[in-house]
């Protein structure tokens, strides 16, 4: 069974703090995803990975960065939060050439 | 602008009868698309998929229909039962597994 856990559930920050959004995934998936989902917009991707130290920028990739030093771990980091990074961060891993998702269940960030 | 809408945030319907899940898309090189489900406290499961060259795919209650020309799909689950009440997103792709455009999502509500 495949498992995505993402380090916190719940996230307060200040503005202008650095934030680190960690996710694991233990299926040996080579693909890493990392989502916002904010209300009537859906889930947004805003980076991804699909080898270790491989990203490419999602959609809405600004005021964001990302790390993947290890296969199993992929890291999202608010260089500087801000109150419009308030929202629900969804990471996923998948198989090269699966359609198939697997989603972690959330980290829920609010930026005061 | 959104790719990919779900127009009904929320939709509720008696348990034992047909729930209608509805979807439209504005970009005609989209060629695969998903249902994904979500219960509250975590994160999305994959329910279902279709290719473009189908025009319906069934697994068990869960059937989804595409039709191309009018840029919409439809998730139909028959009979509906109270442990379907989740969020529901459709999200599409064009060409890529990694890079999918998600909907806003219908809230399903099974009343028993």
């Known amino acids: 069974d495949v498992k995505v856990t993402q380090s916190s559930r719940y996230l307060v920050k200040r503005t202008g703090e650095k934030v680190f959004l960690e996710c694991v995934q233990d299926?040996?998936?080579?693909?890493m995803f990392w989502y916002r989902q904010d209300p009537g917009l859906g889930l947004r991707l805003i980076y991804f990975s699909y080898d270790v130290k491989m990203k490419e920028k999602g959609d809405i990739p600004e005021g964001y960065s990302v790390s993947r030093e290890k296969k199993e771990r992929f890291s999202l980091i608010l260089e500087s939060a801000s109150t419009n990074q308030t929202s629900m961060y969804l990471c996923?891993?998948?198989?090269?050439?699966?359609?198939?998702?697997?989603f972690g269940p959330g980290t829920r960030l609010l930026v005061l | 602008d959104q790719q990919v809408k779900q127009n009904s945030p929320s939709l509720s319907v008696q348990e034992g009868r047909i729930s209608i899940l509805n979807c439209d898309y504005t970009n005609s090189m989209f060629d695969y698309f998903l249902w994904y489900k979500k219960y509250p406290a975590e994160g999305p499961t994959f329910l279902i998929s279709?290719?473009?060259?189908?025009d319906k795919n069934e697994d068990g209650r869960f059937t989804v229909f595409l039709n191309k020309s009018a840029k919409h799909l439809s998730l139909h689950i028959v009979p509906s039962q109270p442990g379907d009440s989740a969020v529901y997103f459709c999200?599409?792709?064009?060409?890529?597994?990694?890079?999918?455009?998600f909907g806003s999502g219908t809230k399903l509500n099974v009343k028993p």
């Open positions: 999200a599409a792709s064009a060409g890529s597994f990694n890079k999918f455009y």
């Open positions: 996923a891993s998948s198989l090269p050439l699966q359609e198939t998702q697997y």
């Open positions: 279709i290719s473009s060259i189908k």
């Open positions: 299926m040996d998936h080579e693909n």
